[in-house]
């Protein structure tokens, strides 16, 4: 959903939590994942926030969203990375790009 909000332009917080044991067992696995959301792992850095497990709290989500709305910089910023995260996807018709490609190697 991160990569469609993106591709929406909608500027947003990607928030995640789980039972502690399923969160020790994933940090354990996930050695070196620096990212959740797809739309930090394509570009290979933050555009959008990421409150994860402990840092979920109804605090950091208010202040996260009044951001958003409030200060227009930040806002901006983070619509030209989700606008980074796009160009970096493709334009439209990549899905039919990526098909006539394997397709193509496949002769």
Known sequence: S??????LDCPFVI???VSFSTYAIMKHL??????IG???I???KPICKELIQYALTPKAVCD???ALV????????????????????????ATERAAAT???ALK
């Open 70 to 93: 409030d200060d227009a910089d930040y806002r901006n910023r983070q619509k030209t990375g989700l606008a980074e995260v796009r160009s970096l996807l493709g334009n439209a018709g």
């Open 15 to 17: 928030v995640y939590r």
């Open 2 to 7: 991160t990569l469609e909000a993106a591709l």
């Open 64 to 66: 996260e969203l009044v």
């Open 42 to 44: 394509v570009p290979d």
């Open 102 to 104: 394997i397709a193509a």
């Open 30 to 35: 996930l050695t070196g994942v620096r990212f």
């Open 38 to 40: 797809l739309v930090n």
